[in-house]
């Protein structure tokens, strides 16, 4: 590859090859902050290479490859080479990790409480953390929480945030000054624009927290909150791991464990004001 | 001929937590999680200790749980439990 960049996310190192130099430039600046794998050795690799040798000047074609990759995938325009990258960072996390059981979540934290928030895409899981750091609490990831079998503590994932359409504007007015990447337009999830989380947050991104709550946040409804009972829990979050059946009978006691010890909610609500102000409620 | 007897999986093949009405059983065989509700953790306790045909199992059931069946519904429980290795058939 001829361009690398390799960066550590909370626990994780990664490193990105690529064809191209704009993609490892972007990433190289929005994650400017963050350490560099610890003792240089990433644990995921991610490649974005051209689909013929020529494409790679003519009509530049990023495709992802990695430690793991999925047959088939369609290649993107160099435009969407951020989006690639991240694409592939997540890949190589939902396929291959295997120390953490992982929750397809967003999460926050204060005081050491962590908030996890999970839900179909849509739900809002991205915009509620990125607004939630907004009011002063620590971004722990917009896309994956991580649950460390052995003790059941959460630990952070903050990588860039994916906010979409209209979302961008939302958390922009609440976070005056935040480092944005570039748009990644026309994407199949629409507009993309991804969010570099506060200093805090990065800064904080090696300490774990307890789970305190889990939330399955729905948008577009009046507010509401209903209790979500340990077993329909339990299911939900089988759904919502990418490698449950991965780590077998560690998984099955990690999640057990985690939906017996942690109160679940499922709350409605109609706009981002009210969603925050319900989230609060469960900081005590 | 006399009638079909069924086992459960002997227990140190399964981890059963218990989850509000629900339990949740992993299955270390297969490595499959199961979430089952009455009465198929009564069934499988009553059949943990010895072999039982329906009609002594729905004895059982009645007797130590005050779970009461008919033969038919039974039936369908066990070849459900059956096909996913939970209860073996003799």
Known sequence: MNHVFAVRIGPVGFRVG?????????LADLYRDYPAP?????DFSVRLFARRPWRRVLRPQVMIGGDYTIPDAAPLPLSLGLLAAEMGMNLQMALAQRRYLLLHASCI??????????????????????????????LMGDEFALVEPETGLIYSFPRLVSLKNQSVGVVGEALRGARFGPWQRDTPKGDIRHLVPDGASIAAMAEPARAAAILFPAYGHAPDRREVAPGECFVR????????????????????????DVPATAIDYPDAATACAMVEEFAA | MPATRYRAAP???LSIVSLDLMRAVYHR???????????????????????????????????DYA???????????????????????L
Do not use: C
């Open chain 1, 18 to 26: 690529s064809d191209w130099r704009a993609p490892i430039d972007t």
């Open chain 1, 38 to 42: 610890e003792d240089g050795i990433p």
């Open chain 1, 109 to 138: 934290e204060r005081d050491g409480r962590a908030i996890l928030m999970t839900g179909e895409s849509g739900a809002g899981k991205s915009t509620l953390a990125a607004l939630m750091m907004a009011r002063g609490w620590r």
């Open chain 1, 237 to 260: 979050l089988t759904q919502a791991s990418t490698n449950y059946v991965a780590l077998g009978e560690r998984g099955f006691d990690t999640l057990t464990r985690l939906v017996r």
């Open chain 2, 11 to 13: 227990a140190a093949t």
């Open chain 2, 29 to 63: 065989a297969s490595g499959r999680t199961h979430l089952v509700s009455e009465p198929v953790p009564e069934i499988l306790a009553a059949l943990a200790d010895e072999p039982l045909d329906e009609v002594a199992l729905l004895d059982r059931l009645a007797r």
């Open chain 2, 67 to 89: 779970i009461e069946g008919d033969a038919a519904a039974l039936g369908e429980r066990l070849e459900e439990l059956v096909a996913t290795g939970l209860v073996e058939q």
